[in-house]
């Protein structure tokens, strides 16, 4: 059973670009979740999907964004990116999204901005 | 809101025994995972208690008080392998989040 999959691995982009990351979760699993992982901060709660509807969103301005489409596979896009927004961002899909559940995490996309 | 604090750094011994500890603050509390997560690496799913109690699961145990809002990750007969970051997380009922603290760094020395 393949893992998840986020792509790119490896990104540079300037500051005021936008980028789009994707995660493809494990096969059968409804729920995508979108985190922010920076040294001093630990992981940050980006936002949650589940069968395309997004349930929660952390405290993250508007420039961040997501969708969920029919197959599960998720995307986050970035606009007008900052120097700040330089992080690994990690996506976790669980089978129904319930928060007692395992999440199975992805390698991460590493986001660097110049 | 949510609240999670544990210690940024520990240094144990190959062989021993070290707990990491976790304290919380969340309202619709619906557990307590720990994950662990070696540098460059994603986490990976250690534990998951909803109740109060210890969990062992081979040499590594987790334990609960809700009450206190406390939990501890205690790994037993310490390997160099083990050296990573421990994360604690929350999840409340029907947030549809899981939030977690800012994890531990374990160093093991020889």
């Known amino acids: 059973k393949a893992g998840v999959t986020q792509t790119p691995r490896y990104l540079i982009k300037t500051r005021g670009q936008q980028v789009t990351l994707s995660c493809s979760p494990i096969?059968?699993?409804?729920?995508v979740s979108w985190y922010q992982q920076t040294p001093g901060q630990g992981l940050q709660f980006l936002f949650e999907?589940?069968?395309?509807?997004?349930?929660n969103k952390g405290n993250f301005p508007g420039r961040f964004s997501g969708r969920q489409f029919s197959n599960s596979r998720s995307e986050m896009n970035v606009s007008t990116l900052e120097l700040g927004d330089s992080a690994l961002y990690l996506c976790?899909?669980?089978?129904?999204?319930?928060?007692?559940?395992?999440?199975?995490f992805g390698q991460g996309t590493r986001l660097t901005v110049v | 809101g949510q609240n999670i604090d544990q210690p940024t750094e520990m240094t144990a011994t190959e062989g021993a025994i070290v707990q990491i500890n976790c304290t919380y603050q969340?309202?619709?509390?619906?557990?307590l995972f720990w994950y662990q997560q070696h540098a460059g690496e994603a986490p990976t799913f250690l534990s998951y208690?909803?109740?109060?109690g210890l969990e062992e699961k081979g040499r590594f145990s987790s334990f609960l008080s809700r009450s206190k809002g406390y939990s501890y990750l205690l790994l037993k007969e310490l390997q160099m392998k083990d050296s990573a970051s421990y994360l604690c997380?929350?999840?409340?009922?029907?947030?549809?989040?899981?939030?977690f603290g800012a994890g531990t760094r374990l160093f093991v020395k020889a």
């Open positions: 997380a929350t999840s409340n009922t029907g947030g549809f989040k899981t939030i």
């Open positions: 999907y589940f069968s395309e509807t997004q349930r």
């Open positions: 208690n909803v109740l109060d």
């Open positions: 976790a899909s669980s089978s129904q999204g319930q928060t007692n559940t395992e999440a199975f």
């Open positions: 969340t309202s619709g509390f619906n557990g």
């Open positions: 096969s059968g699993h409804r729920s």
